[in-house]
């Protein structure tokens, strides 16, 4: 069985094919400027390419991408037949969906409904949808949704203390984002663990970034909110601040709401604060020569996660593994030991130099002593969405 994945922003388009039965990409890449001018980057047969290649809409950048999938030297398929099924990455699924689902009108008509509460994301991923449904009528389109794996979260964990009445008529919770790299990453922990009652935090260090108690397998507590600007300091993202700061911000600067929620949104996080660029690694050469702005954002950033590794141990009563994962949490060693660093208190101990080693695999970088596991796991929400698609549509 061959699986298309999507994942559709508002000018980009990452994409993979994929077999979910023997887990082989065949193809991967991704389109980027779309409706400015277009740019592909394709990996395929072991072989790189970058392309400029016009792409007014998401519908010539999927045709480019079938079209170089099924010809020329890059090709891995003879026809889009052989594609089965595609899967769908949807940011936002509401209080709807719990797990992922074939999509059909109701679903889409759903979807609609909750562009209210993801304006930026969910209306490229119905545009990514229709135009699969219409280039390649026939074949089932799967959704699999950020939030759905934290729709086990505790009322007491998703509600903000704000009128009941808001939650009931206009839906404002906590619903968290990432839901696919927790599961994915959580469900890897509890096999290293080789326990099923475990108590796993998943740190999910990217640009966005946010984290996650997970329970016996089950999402418990999560930092993003009713949006992913709740929690962790991003790359660009403030995370948790006083509400008060945003009405204060809109005095002071002559903004309007939706202009200060972008302001905290695009222009604050490790790029606010450090003035020197949302890239963790730049952050870093910086504080590195002696920049002590860049320090302080690296130790705001550290500070704020450690802060929610203790909150959510005490959620669990308890933590049997740490786990890192995305850019940051896979490949920034100085950022997992400054987090781990004065946690030893509650048996967190990390080893130094297997914390050094870089490869893409899991692995274990706690001392013997540990009690608790500190484990770095590479994310693959490729991989879930390609097996969600599949067990949905084998029987079809
Ligand atoms: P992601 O959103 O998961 O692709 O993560 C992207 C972020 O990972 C980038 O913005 C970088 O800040 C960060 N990153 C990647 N490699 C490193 C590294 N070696 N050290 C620090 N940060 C890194």
């Not at 302001?263 to 002590?292: T, W």
């Not at 490949?331 to 967190?348: H, Q, S, T, W, Y």
């Not at 130099?353 to 013997?368: G, Q, S, T």
Request: hydrophobic letters at 35%.
């Amino acid at each position: 069985m061959l699986v298309f994945i999507l994942n559709a922003g508002s000018s980009s388009l990452k994409y993979q094919l994929m077999n979910p039965e023997t887990t082989e990409v065949l193809a991967s890449g991704l389109c980027e400027r779309i409706g400015i001018d277009g740019k592909l980057i394709h990996e395929s047969n072991d072989k790189k390419i970058k392309q400029e290649i016009e792409m007014p809409t998401h519908k010539e950048a999927i045709e480019v991408v079938l079209n170089i999938l099924t010809k020329g030297e890059e090709k891995v398929i003879d026809s889009i037949s052989q594609i089965d099924a595609i899967g769908h990455r949807v940011v936002h699924g509401g209080e709807f969906f719990n797990s992922s689902v074939i999509v059909n009108d109701d679903v889409i008509t759903k979807l609609e409904g909750l562009i209210p509460l993801a304006p930026l994301h969910n209306p490229a991923n119905i545009m990514g949808i229709k135009i699969a449904q219409e280039i390649m009528p026939g074949k089932p389109n799967v959704a699999v949704f950020d939030t759905a794996f934290h729709q086990t979260m505790p009322a007491s964990n998703y509600m903000y203390a704000v009128p009941y009445e808001d939650y009931k008529d206009y839906g404002v919770r906590k619903y968290g984002f990432h839901g696919t790299s927790h599961y994915y990453v959580s469900n890897e922990a509890r096999k290293m663990l080789n326990k099923e009652d475990s108590k796993v935090i998943v740190c999910h260090l990217g640009n966005g970034s946010s984290i996650c108690a997970v329970r016996d397998g089950k999402s418990i507590d999560t930092s993003m909110g009713l949006t992913p600007l709740e929690g962790l300091v991003m790359g660009t993202r403030s995370g948790d601040i006083d509400a008060g700061v945003l009405s204060y911000l809109m005095e002071k600067k002559n903004m309007t709401a939706a202009e200060t929620v972008n302001y905290l949104n695009k222009k604050s996080g490790l790029l606010g604060v450090s003035g020197i660029s949302s890239d963790l690694r730049e952050i870093i050469e910086a504080a590195a020569s002696g920049n002590e702005r860049a320090q302080t954002t690296i130790d705001m950033k550290c500070s704020r996660i450690r802060k929610y590794i203790c909150s959510y141990a005490g959620s669990l009563e308890g933590v049997d593994a740490i786990c890192f994962t995305a850019g940051i949490g896979e490949n920034a060693d100085l950022i997992r030991e400054k987090v781990c660093d004065g946690l030893e208190f509650m048996g967190v101990e990390i080893d130094s130099d297997k914390n050094k080693v870089r490869n893409d695999k899991n692995r274990e970088i706690n001392k013997d002593s540990s009690k608790t596991k500190i484990y770095v796991i590479p994310t693959n929400e490729e991989l879930v969405i390609a097996q969600d698609t599949y067990k949905l549509t084998k029987a079809l």
